[in-house]
């Protein structure tokens, strides 16, 4: 049973089943008697005003307690192509939630905790028609007034754009985040600018740990003994080389990747790499990080999609170019250009790990990092609020860098397997599992 605190008790054991999936939710007109504390309902707790966006399996409404006025995130839990029960994505996120938020680890006096998203109770709607008569399960977090897709957008329309010191703040506390999960053997697996969230008072939290998941037993030896892990994860423009070409073992070097991206997109408010379909991700990658071989990314020759991609190409360099690539930015000092390489290495057991990166020069160096509660206040920006934005004002604006597309149109250019490929915004098949819900 999962009591209002986020922690979890079960009753007896099914061989079968794994633990991971054992939770327990209390009988329609439970209130919170129970003795594991039980789950009390919405309408009597909380009151739903709009919704914010959609998360991984459900939609995510801003909502107000009723005996505080604290404002929360009620994330409606999607239950209506589930035929075995309570999905293995929330008991994963409330599993993973429930654990980080007992974490004391701390770097440089720095409480890593504090920068994932807090979980604060499990609560259920009432059964009714809408939900056939099942009723619903609702995940309150923590209100947060801004996601970082959201203020980039309102930047990039409205001005001014960040600031150095503005953006190290941000880079450092989501790094301190990362740090937290590598600690802990989580990844994140979807780690993007709308996941990153940031309140009033410049905290940034990582949110929605819908994909993310411990890292198997095995996997730390970088041998792959642990089991097979699905590389359908992270939105395409985040994802990183070693997933498009099919690795199925890995660790939190793939978040570190996706960090490095989201790095370069604070710093010139525009993606280092997009495509609408992963070969041409694929292309996108290796013409600035060089061509992947058994030297540069060991294994690599042995993932399922490496043959499909030409490396004989001319257009693919022997060595990154990165750094090339990096020198037309006037905003990005020599120590920013050396911690992006780091994250964003083509061996991902070369990569630097969070707890590195949070305490790299760059974060040492002038200008430095801003204090969290000076940083500009903005009004409330969401990736949906911003998307209503442009469309009733008929574009980007001002000749910025556009919004990440939609849906692309027409026949997706895949490695393998069932499907489209993803594009930003979208995501790993139903559930947030690979295509046909393929893989852990």
């Known amino acids: ?66 005996a505080t006025g604290d404002i929360v995130a009620a994330k409606k839990i999607k239950m209506d192509n589930e035929k075995e029960g309570f999905p293995i994505t ?10 980080l938020a007992q974490s004391k680890a701390e770097i440089n006096g720095k409480i890593l905790r504090n920068h994932v998203i807090t979980l604060r109770e499990i609560v259920r709607s009432g059964s009714h028609k809408c939900n056939n008569f099942r009723g619903s399960i609702y995940m309150i977090f923590d209100y947060m007034d801004h996601d970082m897709t959201g203020l980039l957008a309102r930047s990039q329309r409205e001005g001014p754009p960040f600031s150095v010191p503005q953006i190290k703040c941000y880079m450092q506390q989501l790094l301190l985040g990362l740090a937290l999960l590598e600690t802990n053997k989580v990844l994140h697996r979807d780690l ?9 008072g410049g905290i940034l939290r990582i949110g929605d740990f819908g994909l993310a998941r411990y890292r198997p037993q095995g996997e730390e030896d970088g041998q792959g003994n642990g089991a097979r892990m699905t590389n359908r994860v992270i939105t395409l423009w985040y994802r990183p080389p070693e997933l498009l070409l099919g690795a199925q073992s890995y660790g939190p070097e793939i978040d570190m990747w996706s960090a490095g991206c989201i790095m370069f997109e ?50 693919y360099p022997n060595n990154s170019r990165l750094r090339h690539h990096l020198q ?46 000076k940083i500009p206040k903005y009004q409330s920006s969401h990736e949906m609020s911003m998307k209503r934005s442009r469309q009733e004002g008929g574009g980007a604006g001002r000749g910025r860098h556009p919004p990440h597309p939609g849906p692309p149109s027409g026949k997706q250019a895949r490695l393998s397997g069932p499907g489209q490929a993803l594009h930003p915004g979208q995501r790993a098949g139903p559930q947030g599992r690979g295509p046909g819900g393929a893989g852990p």
């Not at 209002?4 to 009988?27: D, T």
């Not at 009151?47 to 909502?63: K, N």
Request: glycine fraction near 8%.
């Open 328 to 373: 037309n930015s006037s905003i990005m000092d020599a120590q920013a250009k050396d911690l992006m390489e780091q994250m964003l290495l083509l061996d991902p057991k070369k990569r630097i790990s969070a707890k590195e990166a949070a305490s790299h020069p760059w974060f040492y160096t002038h200008p430095l990092p801003m204090e969290p509660h």
């Open 192 to 200: 993007k600018n709308s996941n990153l969230l940031i309140n009033d």
């Open 90 to 99: 929330a008991i994963r996120e409330i599993k993973i939630l429930s654990a």
């Open 1 to 66: 049973m999962v009591s209002q605190n986020g922690s979890q008790s079960r009753k007896g054991k099914a061989p079968s089943i794994p633990a991971e999936w054992k939770v327990e939710l209390p009988e329609e007109g439970n209130r919170g008697d129970s003795i594991f504390g039980g789950c009390r309902s919405i309408e009597a707790g909380y009151q739903r005003e709009f919704v914010l966006g959609q998360g991984t399996y459900g939609e995510v409404y801003r909502a107000v307690d009723r």
């Open 266 to 315: 604070m710093l010139t408010s525009k993606p280092l790499f997009s495509a609408n379909d992963e070969l041409g991700m694929c292309d996108k990658i290796f013409s600035i990080v060089g061509k992947a071989n058994e030297k540069t990314m060991p294994g690599c020759t042995a993932f399922s999609n490496y043959q499909h991609i030409d490396f004989n190409n001319a257009k």
